[in-house]
Protein backbone atom coordinates (compact mmCIF):
# COMPACT_ATOMS: atom_id res chain seq x y z
CA UNK A 1 0.00 0.00 0.00
CA UNK A 2 1.06 3.90 -0.89
CA UNK A 3 1.80 5.50 2.41
CA UNK A 4 2.17 9.19 0.73
CA UNK A 5 0.67 9.17 -2.66
CA UNK A 6 0.69 11.83 -4.81
CA UNK A 7 -0.73 13.04 -8.96
CA UNK A 8 0.05 13.68 -11.19
CA UNK A 9 3.65 12.34 -11.35
CA UNK A 10 4.60 14.28 -14.62
CA UNK A 11 2.91 17.37 -15.39
CA UNK A 12 3.99 19.66 -18.60
CA UNK A 13 2.13 22.86 -19.03
CA UNK A 14 2.22 26.31 -20.61
CA UNK A 15 3.40 29.74 -18.81
CA UNK A 16 0.64 31.24 -17.69
CA UNK A 17 -1.66 28.30 -16.80
CA UNK A 18 -2.71 27.45 -13.47
CA UNK A 19 -2.42 23.70 -12.11
CA UNK A 20 -2.77 21.80 -9.24
CA UNK A 21 -1.02 18.41 -7.22
CA UNK A 22 -2.97 16.51 -4.78
CA UNK A 23 -1.34 14.77 -1.81
CA UNK A 24 -2.95 11.94 0.02
CA UNK A 25 -1.91 10.18 2.54
CA UNK A 26 -2.68 6.57 4.37
CA UNK A 27 -0.71 6.69 7.49
CA UNK A 28 -2.94 8.26 9.79
CA UNK A 29 -0.54 11.45 10.54
CA UNK A 30 -1.99 14.44 11.52
CA UNK A 31 1.00 16.89 9.58
CA UNK A 32 1.60 17.03 6.32
CA UNK A 33 4.25 19.46 4.06
CA UNK A 34 4.85 20.49 0.71
CA UNK A 35 8.46 21.01 -0.70
CA UNK A 36 10.23 22.11 -3.65
CA UNK A 37 13.22 20.35 -5.17
CA UNK A 38 15.04 22.07 -7.77
CA UNK A 39 17.43 21.33 -10.82
CA UNK A 40 20.32 21.20 -8.33
CA UNK A 41 18.69 18.43 -6.14
CA UNK A 42 18.67 21.66 -3.58
CA UNK A 43 15.45 20.10 -1.12
CA UNK A 44 13.14 22.85 0.61
CA UNK A 45 10.21 23.38 2.43
CA UNK A 46 7.37 25.23 1.18
CA UNK A 47 4.22 24.32 3.55
CA UNK A 48 3.32 22.41 6.60
CA UNK A 49 -0.09 22.09 7.96
CA UNK A 50 -0.91 20.13 11.19
CA UNK A 51 -4.46 18.87 11.31
CA UNK A 52 -5.57 21.33 8.57
CA UNK A 53 -4.19 24.53 10.04
CA UNK A 54 -1.36 26.24 8.80
CA UNK A 55 1.83 26.10 10.37
CA UNK A 56 4.94 26.70 8.29
CA UNK A 57 4.56 28.66 5.05
CA UNK A 58 8.11 29.86 4.10
CA UNK A 59 9.28 32.64 1.54
CA UNK A 60 6.88 31.29 -1.62
CA UNK A 61 4.96 33.20 -4.00
CA UNK A 62 1.53 34.45 -3.37
CA UNK A 63 0.88 32.63 -6.65
CA UNK A 64 1.18 28.88 -4.57
CA UNK A 65 -1.55 28.24 -2.13
CA UNK A 66 -1.73 25.36 -0.42
CA UNK A 67 -5.22 23.59 0.64
CA UNK A 68 -5.45 20.99 3.13
CA UNK A 69 -9.76 19.62 3.05
CA UNK A 70 -8.49 17.23 5.60
CA UNK A 71 -5.66 15.62 7.77
CA UNK A 72 -5.43 12.98 4.70
CA UNK A 73 -4.93 15.62 2.09
CA UNK A 74 -2.86 18.28 0.97
CA UNK A 75 -3.35 20.04 -2.13
CA UNK A 76 -0.95 22.61 -3.65
CA UNK A 77 -2.13 24.96 -6.42
CA UNK A 78 -0.06 26.89 -8.68
CA UNK A 79 -1.68 30.01 -10.49
CA UNK A 80 0.04 32.05 -13.38
CA UNK A 81 2.73 29.28 -14.09
CA UNK A 82 6.77 30.72 -14.21
CA UNK A 83 9.92 29.14 -15.69
CA UNK A 84 11.18 28.95 -12.67
CA UNK A 85 8.55 27.02 -11.10
CA UNK A 86 10.02 24.02 -12.92
CA UNK A 87 10.82 21.54 -10.48
CA UNK A 88 10.18 18.19 -8.50
CA UNK A 89 7.62 18.87 -5.78
CA UNK A 90 7.36 16.53 -2.84
CA UNK A 91 4.60 15.91 -1.00
CA UNK A 92 5.09 14.92 2.83
CA UNK A 93 4.17 13.71 6.24
CA UNK A 94 4.47 12.91 9.80
CA UNK A 95 2.78 11.91 13.18
CA UNK A 96 3.14 15.45 14.39
CA UNK A 97 5.02 19.00 13.97
CA UNK A 98 7.67 18.05 16.99
CA UNK A 99 11.33 18.19 16.04
CA UNK A 100 12.32 14.42 15.91
CA UNK A 101 8.98 13.25 13.59
CA UNK A 102 9.76 11.23 10.83
CA UNK A 103 8.72 12.39 7.61
CA UNK A 104 7.76 10.41 4.89
CA UNK A 105 8.05 11.14 1.47
CA UNK A 106 5.76 11.14 -1.63
CA UNK A 107 7.40 10.15 -5.14
CA UNK A 108 7.34 13.50 -6.14
CA UNK A 109 5.40 15.18 -8.64
CA UNK A 110 7.46 16.64 -11.96
CA UNK A 111 6.27 19.83 -13.48
CA UNK A 112 7.55 21.26 -16.81
CA UNK A 113 6.85 24.69 -17.58
CA UNK A 114 7.30 25.81 -21.17
CA UNK B 1 18.02 30.19 10.88
CA UNK B 2 19.58 26.90 10.76
CA UNK B 3 21.96 26.48 7.89
CA UNK B 4 23.29 22.75 6.91
CA UNK B 5 26.17 22.44 4.66
CA UNK B 6 26.90 18.83 3.23
CA UNK B 7 30.09 17.70 1.53
CA UNK B 8 31.41 16.35 -0.56
CA UNK B 9 28.68 16.86 -3.76
CA UNK B 10 29.71 13.57 -5.06
CA UNK B 11 31.37 10.81 -4.37
CA UNK B 12 32.77 7.42 -5.79
CA UNK B 13 33.55 4.57 -4.26
CA UNK B 14 34.28 0.70 -5.08
CA UNK B 15 32.29 -1.73 -4.05
CA UNK B 16 33.01 -3.20 -1.09
CA UNK B 17 34.61 0.24 0.32
CA UNK B 18 33.33 2.44 2.77
CA UNK B 19 31.50 5.53 2.18
CA UNK B 20 31.54 8.98 4.57
CA UNK B 21 29.69 11.50 4.26
CA UNK B 22 29.53 14.93 6.26
CA UNK B 23 27.79 17.50 7.37
CA UNK B 24 27.95 20.54 9.52
CA UNK B 25 25.28 22.80 11.42
CA UNK B 26 24.97 26.34 12.33
CA UNK B 27 21.97 26.38 15.11
CA UNK B 28 23.23 24.97 18.28
CA UNK B 29 19.82 24.39 19.57
CA UNK B 30 19.83 21.39 17.06
CA UNK B 31 18.92 18.76 18.60
CA UNK B 32 17.65 15.73 15.61
CA UNK B 33 19.56 14.72 12.87
CA UNK B 34 18.38 12.52 9.73
CA UNK B 35 19.80 11.41 6.88
CA UNK B 36 17.61 10.75 4.13
CA UNK B 37 18.32 8.16 0.64
CA UNK B 38 16.90 9.46 -2.75
CA UNK B 39 16.77 7.08 -5.46
CA UNK B 40 16.30 7.94 -8.87
CA UNK B 41 12.78 8.91 -9.82
CA UNK B 42 11.59 8.29 -6.03
CA UNK B 43 11.03 10.23 -3.28
CA UNK B 44 13.89 11.01 0.13
CA UNK B 45 13.83 7.70 2.24
CA UNK B 46 14.52 8.25 5.92
CA UNK B 47 17.94 5.44 6.25
CA UNK B 48 18.87 6.71 9.65
CA UNK B 49 18.51 9.41 12.36
CA UNK B 50 20.08 10.57 15.34
CA UNK B 51 19.29 12.59 18.26
CA UNK B 52 21.70 15.13 20.04
CA UNK B 53 21.52 13.20 23.56
CA UNK B 54 23.69 10.47 21.48
CA UNK B 55 27.11 10.27 19.94
CA UNK B 56 26.68 7.26 17.76
CA UNK B 57 24.11 5.22 16.04
CA UNK B 58 24.23 2.46 14.08
CA UNK B 59 21.85 0.27 11.80
CA UNK B 60 23.79 -2.93 9.95
CA UNK B 61 26.56 -0.99 7.32
CA UNK B 62 25.00 2.30 7.95
CA UNK B 63 26.40 4.50 11.14
CA UNK B 64 25.92 8.12 11.91
CA UNK B 65 28.15 9.91 14.38
CA UNK B 66 27.46 12.90 15.87
CA UNK B 67 29.47 15.99 17.70
CA UNK B 68 28.16 18.58 19.32
CA UNK B 69 30.47 20.62 20.26
CA UNK B 70 31.99 20.97 16.66
CA UNK B 71 28.33 20.83 15.35
CA UNK B 72 29.13 17.91 12.95
CA UNK B 73 27.84 14.72 11.87
CA UNK B 74 28.61 11.80 9.73
CA UNK B 75 27.29 9.41 7.39
CA UNK B 76 29.12 6.23 7.47
CA UNK B 77 28.56 3.60 4.77
CA UNK B 78 30.40 0.37 5.21
CA UNK B 79 31.06 -2.53 2.95
CA UNK B 80 29.34 -0.52 -0.17
CA UNK B 81 26.95 -2.77 -2.18
CA UNK B 82 25.66 -0.92 -6.19
CA UNK B 83 22.63 -0.70 -4.37
CA UNK B 84 23.55 1.78 -2.40
CA UNK B 85 24.28 4.34 -5.24
CA UNK B 86 22.01 7.40 -4.69
CA UNK B 87 21.66 10.88 -3.50
CA UNK B 88 21.84 11.43 0.43
CA UNK B 89 20.69 14.11 2.25
CA UNK B 90 21.48 15.16 5.71
CA UNK B 91 19.32 17.16 7.78
CA UNK B 92 18.86 19.22 11.06
CA UNK B 93 15.82 20.68 13.04
CA UNK B 94 16.22 22.82 16.25
CA UNK B 95 14.33 22.27 19.48
CA UNK B 96 10.81 23.42 18.96
CA UNK B 97 11.37 24.24 15.35
CA UNK B 98 8.72 23.01 13.19
CA UNK B 99 11.15 22.24 9.98
CA UNK B 100 13.75 20.07 8.62
CA UNK B 101 16.84 22.00 6.60
CA UNK B 102 18.51 19.97 4.57
CA UNK B 103 21.79 19.83 3.21
CA UNK B 104 23.03 20.24 -0.04
CA UNK B 105 22.61 16.53 -0.97
CA UNK B 106 25.75 14.22 -2.10
CA UNK B 107 24.99 11.98 -5.31
CA UNK B 108 27.12 8.81 -4.28
CA UNK B 109 28.10 6.22 -6.72
CA UNK B 110 29.05 2.44 -6.48
CA UNK B 111 31.44 1.05 -8.70
CA UNK B 112 31.70 -2.38 -9.08
Known amino acids: DTAVSQTPKYLVTQMGNDKSIKCEQNLGHDTMYWYKQDSKKFLKIMFS???????INETVPNRFSPKSPDKAHLNLHINSLELGDSAVYFC?????????????FGPGTRLLVL | GENVEQHPSTLSVQEGDSAVIKCTYSDSASNYFPWYKQELGKGPQLIID?????GEKKDQRIAVTLNKTAKHFSLHITETQPEDSAVYFC???????????FGQGTRLTINP
Open chain 1, 92 to 104: ASSQGPTSWETQY
Open chain 1, 49 to 55: YNNKELI
Open chain 2, 91 to 101: AARGQGAQKLV
Open chain 2, 50 to 54: IRSNV
